[in-house]
C-alpha cells in the first residue's frame, strides 16, 4: 500500500547506456513531480507534470524525457547517461498542503 | 518564495524538546512556512505548515513570530529516529496542487543517547 513508488531501488549502468526510472503514485494526486539530490545533498527540481502534461522543466538536459501515460505515474528515461548524472533520484507527488515523495532510486554511472 | 536561513547542524539529548529555527525575513502575506525532514537514505517527509498562527499536529508544533519573520519547529520529545536534516520551505499557496518546493540546505539534527 506504499504511497508513492519508485522502482528500481538501486541502478548502477555504465556511461552511454539508456535507462529508465518508474514512479507510480496511488494516492489520487494530480501532480508529480522528479527531483535529483546530488553528492552535495542537495534537492533540485527536475520536472513536474499536472494531469500528464509537462508544467515545470528546469531546465534539464534533453538526455532526460519525462513521460507520463496517466495521472498515477511519472517515468523518466535517460539516454546517454555520463557520469554527473549518479545521483539519487526522486519521485514526488503533491496536494495542495504537501508533498509525498518516494524512497529514492539510487543511480551510479560507472 | 521567499529565502530561508537555517543553522547548518543542531544536537539535541534524546526525550528533550528539539527547537529548530529559521529565518524568513523577507516573507511575504500570502506565503507559507512549511518543514519537511529527511532521513538518511529516505524521501523527504512533510512535517507541518502554517501561515500565521501556531500549529501542532502529532509530529511536531510549529510557531511562527507575530512579524513572521521567522518561526521554529518544535519537535516536544525527540528520539533518535528524529535524526535527519529538517528543511525550512517558504512557498505562496496559489490554491492547486502544483508548486514548486525549493529546499535548501536545512538543518541536520541529531539526536544523541
Known amino acids: 500500500d506504499t504511497a508513492v513508488s519508485q522502482t528500481p531501488k538501486y541502478l548502477v549502468t555504465q556511461m552511454g547506456n539508456d535507462k529508465s526510472i518508474k514512479c507510480e503514485q496511488n494516492?489520487?494526486?494530480?501532480?508529480m513531480y522528479w527531483y535529483k539530490q546530488d553528492s552535495k545533498k542537495f534537492l533540485k527540481i527536475m520536472f513536474s507534470?499536472?494531469?500528464?502534461?509537462?508544467?515545470i522543466n528546469e531546465t534539464v538536459p534533453n538526455r532526460f524525457s519525462p513521460k507520463s501515460p496517466d495521472k498515477a505515474h511519472l517515468n523518466l528515461h535517460i539516454n546517454s547517461l555520463e557520469l554527473g548524472d549518479s545521483a539519487v533520484y526522486f519521485c514526488a507527488s503533491s496536494r495542495r498542503d504537501g508533498y509525498t515523495f518516494g524512497s529514492g532510486t539510487r543511480l551510479t554511472v560507472v | 518564495d521567499a529565502k530561508t536561513t537555517q543553522p547548518t547542524s543542531m544536537d539535541c539529548a534524546e526525550g528533550r524538546a528539539a527547537n529548530l529555527p529559521c529565518n524568513h525575513s523577507t516573507i511575504s502575506g500570502n506565503e507559507y512556512v512549511y518543514w519537511y525532514r529527511q532521513i538518511h537514505s529516505q524521501g523527504p517527509q512533510y512535517i507541518i505548515h502554517?501561515?500565521?498562527n501556531n500549529e501542532t499536529n502529532e509530529m511536531a508544533s510549529l510557531i511562527i513570530t507575530e512579524d513572521r519573520k521567522s518561526s521554529t519547529l518544535i519537535l516536544p520529545h525527540a528520539t533518535l529516529r528524529d535524526t535527519a536534516v529538517y528543511y525550512c520551505?517558504?512557498?505562496?499557496?496559489?490554491?492547486?496542487?502544483?508548486?514548486?518546493?525549493?529546499f535548501g540546505k536545512g538543518t541536520l539534527l541529531t539526536v544523541n543517547p
Open positions: 494516492l489520487g494526486h494530480d501532480t
Open positions: 502554517g501561515l500565521k
Open positions: 520551505i517558504v512557498r505562496v499557496d496559489s490554491g492547486g496542487s502544483n508548486y514548486k518546493l525549493t
Open positions: 507534470y499536472n494531469n500528464k502534461e509537462l508544467i
